[in-house]
């Protein structure tokens, strides 16, 4: 990320704390107002992002903008957010994405050489998460001092805001509330049951509880910062999340989990391994509850999390992860448009559009859409629209070493001239080029003429 706009921001991030212990404190508007507008570079927070990250600040980093943009978004857009509704800030240093994937790869890897019984590699493994180890370790130091951090470094700055926080779970607890209104049925039908809430609601409770001690609650809704000196550190980091209501929540906390451990220098190697992996545990266990609360999840925001999403009939697997799903729908950004796939009873429906294909299972991966182990290329309405039809149906399947599209079209003819008769046109598409490579007719289909 631009050296530049890193000091800029974290001028904002360090300043906040401090005019939050201060007794004489101006609105937090028109402190933030004058850093940007004055001190820095006399911009809004916006115009920062627009001009130093060429980001279009829509809340999406599209393909065509730079590649810095997801991280000037995750430092940006929580400054925008204190901005609205309170002063409490603190910055912790987490491991970046990339970084979380290659510790979550070497503590899986690790396990199944461990189930294996192959100790060999399993000291292999270990040696090359005591390397990673030390690399955070550095990289973590460099990013808790005042040196700048660039978009190469492993080790990224990110605002914990505990008064958004505390906003967010009262909010989680009267959603959850309102589901105990519900009757046996209804909640069936999502997948829930009244014990399962009530825990749940119970946890959240006691989350409002620890959030407390750092913003007190002052008239109406709003909440106003306990001094930063009255804070234990423990609370100012991210916390576990209670029936996280996104992947995004499961991925920061991930990180930060990730950081502690391996910074932690009062643990050897063999201990923070140990933590590694019930810490993957509990993270399956997060991706779990969210498959089964929502109805709809975003496939970007699962993938950091896992190597793959396979939806298949009547279930959605993720990494170690499989749920039996009712009703749910995988939303996946192939290209630049959305696909909605849902699982049903005996097959996978894609839904593209207008366009409905039914196929026997999908896998997302690295925002590609695989099906029978072979990359969909053509999304089915830019197969279907190439063609000129409105189909009644169209299907996705392997056909020798290739994915097809079969799409079929009622045509009102007449036998012999004289009968009416419906008769099904199918026509075959490659799924990798839109070729159309058969059409299809039943074999009387020569005795039928147009209508």
């Known amino acids: 990320m631009n050296k530049g706009l890193i000091i800029s921001i974290m001028v904002i ?47 999406v980093c ?26 409490t800030v603190q910055v912790v240093c987490v491991v970046n ?58 080790v990224v700055r990110v605002v914990v805001d505990k008064c958004v926080e505390m906003k967010k779970t009262t909010e989680k607890i009267e959603y959850y509330q309102s589901l105990l209104e519900l009757d046996d049925e209804t909640l069936n039908e999502k997948g829930l049951t009244r014990e399962e809430i009530e825990k749940i609601i119970d946890e959240l409770k006691e989350n409002l509880e620890d959030l407390k001690d750092v913003c007190k609650v002052s008239s109406g809704d709003e909440v106003e910062p306990v001094p930063m000196s009255n804070i234990s550190t423990t609370l100012l980091e991210i916390s576990k999340p209670v029936a996280p209501e996104s992947g995004e929540e499961i ?28 810490l993957r545990d509990e993270i399956d266990e997060m991706i779990t509850k969210l498959i089964e609360m929502l109805d709809q999840i975003r496939s970007e925001e699962i993938e950091p999390l896992v190597d793959k999403i396979e939806i298949k009939p009547n279930r959605i697997v993720a990494g170690s992860v499989s749920v039996e799903t009712k009703n749910k729908t995988i939303v996946a950004k192939i290209g630049k448009r959305n696909l909605e796939i849902k699982p049903e009873e005996s097959e996978v429906i894609i839904r593209d559009g207008e366009i ?66 419906n008769v099904v046109r199918e026509t075959v598409v490659d799924a990798t080029t839109s070729d159309i490579i058969s059409e299809n007719l039943p074999w009387w289909a020569f005795l039928t003429f147009g209508p």
Do not use: W
């Open 13 to 59: 991030l360090i300043t906040l704390p401090l005019i939050a212990a201060s007794e004489e404190t101006p609105s937090l508007g028109s402190t933030i107002s004058s850093v940007v507008n004055k001190t820095v570079i006399g911009k809004t927070v916006a115009e920062m992002v627009v001009e130093k990250c060429g980001c279009n600040y829509d809340g």
């Open 62 to 87: 599209d393909e065509d903008e730079c590649t810095t943009c997801k991280d000037c978004l995750k430092i940006i857009k929580p400054v925008e957010e204190v901005n609205r509704i309170t002063k």
């Open 97 to 154: 994405e990339d970084l979380m994937k290659e510790v979550d790869k070497l503590v899986l890897e690790l396990q199944h050489a461990e189930e294996l019984g192959d100790y060999e590699t399993a000291e292999q493994i270990k040696n090359e998460i005591q390397i990673l180890k030390e690399k955070i370790e550095e990289e973590n130091e460099k990013c808790n001092s005042a040196e700048a951090v660039g978009s190469e470094s492993g």
């Open 251 to 278: 991925v920061e906390y991930y990180q930060s989990k990730v950081s502690k451990i391996i910074s932690d220098k009062k643990e050897g190697i063999e201990k923070k391994i140990e933590e590694l992996k019930n």
């Open 356 to 421: 409905q294909t039914k196929t026997k299972g999908v896998t997302i991966r690295n925002n590609t859409l695989i099906v029978d182990g072979v990359e969909v290329k053509i999304n089915p309405a830019d197969a279907v629209k190439k063609l000129g039809v409105e189909p009644e149906e169209v299907e996705l399947e392997k056909e020798g070493d290739k994915l097809v599209y079969k799409v079929r079209k009622t045509e009102e003819r007449r036998f012999l001239g004289l009968i009416p008769v």
